[in-house]
């Protein structure tokens, strides 16, 4: 059982920046990929990025590319999402999950959420 705890939300004016975090309680080892979601009101969950653990690569969607990155960092058993150049639309619930699986992003591990509002 791994329980993450995303931090770092916060309210900004567009154009601005946040670093949300994202800290699973335990060491992610074996773990295949850890994901960042974000909740519009009214809208369905959708996965925005990606890191897998193994090498490192990450993926986003074509919403927030070139304005997002997602990060880790092992010492501190934690991993970010950078948001950059941020829009109203951007505004949500972010929340952070991770699997057990070794080998597929089937997540079944998930925060609590950070909430982001972007005003403009």
């Known amino acids: 059982q791994v329980r993450l705890v995303e931090s770092g939300g916060g309210s900004v004016q567009a154009g601005g920046s946040l670093r949300l975090s994202c800290t699973p309680s335990t060491a992610l080892v074996n773990t295949y990929c850890v994901g960042w979601f974000r909740q519009a009101p009214g809208k369905e969950r959708k996965e925005i990025g990606s890191?897998?653990?193994?090498?490192?690569?990450?993926w986003l969607a074509d919403s927030v590319k070139g304005r997002f990155s997602v990060s880790r960092d092992d010492a501190n058993n934690t991993l970010y999402l950078q948001m950059d150049s941020l829009k109203p639309d951007d505004t949500g619930l972010y929340t952070c999950?991770?699997?057990?699986?070794?080998?597929?992003?089937?997540?079944?591990?998930w925060g609590q959420g950070t909430q982001v509002t972007v005003s403009s």
């Open positions: 890191i897998f653990l193994s090498d490192g690569r990450t």
């Open positions: 999950a991770t699997t057990d699986w070794t080998s597929t992003c089937q997540y079944n591990f």
